[in-house]
């Protein structure tokens, strides 16, 4: 599990890490420069102040410095006769003798040294110094420089870590907080005293918890309706049954039958809507998008609803002659004409007709379903989209889904939907007009 602090706690010491070894490097590599070039320059004052004489006879090891100087000396004349040469500290005896004015880096077996020869008329002068001294004394200053340095971000560590938990206190509390919500309790979080980083997550948990309770009184209201609709055509059901138990004639059984299969056929169909309507609901998985022909989907809807219409004597028909793309769920497009056309026929009078158009105006896929039913009073239009409602005083037997089902489809492809008043076959009517962005 990942954690914040922790993960800042790493970076701060991390780059506090990364910074003093930059530090280290920089001040090893600076010091080392500035030590180079100051003992470069005793080197050649050394050398310079040399006098030499030609005294053959007393050419020798001296001890010209005190214990612990780190400057060893050699004079020799052109031919390499050396003329005398410091005891402490000794040149190593694998060093050579060099005739060019100048400093050189040389190596020996003793590791390598820096070398500065003067070049007189008398002589040669040759002073030199083991490199190993030169960085010893640079690694020595550097560390006094870093060991401040690494207490000090030893301490901006404790001091950040304190401030760290110090200030996401407030994100913990909120964590809290929300750990005590359940389905119970889903009041807002308190705003309070809420830090100003973190007002937007506590605003968005707030919207998260509205939307949940929300989605739960709806989730409660559907189940309580759906109980009370099942309610009906299930008693219903249980009294036919009994009828055609207690029929005393072949005619009367028969009846008793149908009126069972066509209670049977309600309660199916009920039951087929809800199930359609609680897979609209948000979060439910749905199939891919895909290229739907909303002519070819009509032509099909209306050839499995024309026995239906035939036995009602009613005229349906497609008025679809050019394919209209768009982009969809084709079992949930089939979904919202199958209602549309079973709600057409449910109202259509006998002798008259209903007719599926399907059009496209620029962007726009069209779909309108026309009957000459008795239509839907202006007032009760966008009440009728609501689940489970129906027309005060309707009689036509339904559940009050369909349309609730056919808009919440159109919505989900971006569309919208209108009732209108229309003429159908020369009678007055209600047109369902289905407006779909097009492919």
Known sequence: MR?????????????????VSAVL????????????????????????AVQLRDEPGRAAR?????????????????????????ALPTLP??????????????????????????????????VGQPAATRDALARDVSLRVVVPMLLLALLLTVLVA??????????????????????????????????????????????LLGRLSASLDAERRFLADAAHELRSPVAALALQVQLAERAHSPQARDAAFDELRQGIERARRLVQQLLDYARLEPGVATEPRLRVNLATLAREAVGVFSARAEELDVDLGADAPSAVSIDGHRSELRSALDNLIDNALRY???????????????????VTVTDAGPGIPPAERERVFGRFHRVVGDPTPGTGLGLAIVKTIVERHGGSIA????MAGGLPGLAVEIELPAA
Not at 3 to 19: D, E
Not at 419 to 422: E, G, N, P, V
């Open 3 to 19: 954690s914040i602090r922790a993960r800042l706690v790493v970076w701060l010491i991390g780059g506090l890490a990364v910074g």
């Open 25 to 48: 490097v920089a001040t090893y590599t600076l010091t080392r420069k500035q030590i180079g070039e100051l003992f470069d320059e005793e080197l050649k004052q050394v050398a310079h």
């Open 62 to 86: 001296v001890r010209i410095a005190r214990p612990g100087f780190f400057l060893a000396v050699r004079a020799y004349d052109r031919s390499g006769r050396v003329h005398f040469q410091t």
């Open 93 to 126: 005896v694998d060093l050579p003798q060099l005739f060019a004015e100048g400093f050189e880096r040389v190596e020996t077996g003793e590791g390598p040294w820096r070398i500065y020869t003067h070049v007189t008329e008398e002589g040669v002068v040759q």
């Open 162 to 207: 304190w401030a760290l938990r110090r200030g996401l206190a407030p994100l913990e509390e909120a964590s809290r907080r929300v750990s005590d919500r359940d389905a119970s309790r889903l009041d807002p979080l308190p705003v309070d005293n809420v830090p100003e980083e973190l007002q937007p997550l506590v605003g968005q948990v707030n919207a």
């Open 348 to 366: 259509a009078p006998a002798k008259s007709a209903i007719t599926v158009a399907v059009r496209q105006e620029g962007g726009l896929a069209r």
């Open 419 to 422: 009732l209108r008043d229309a």
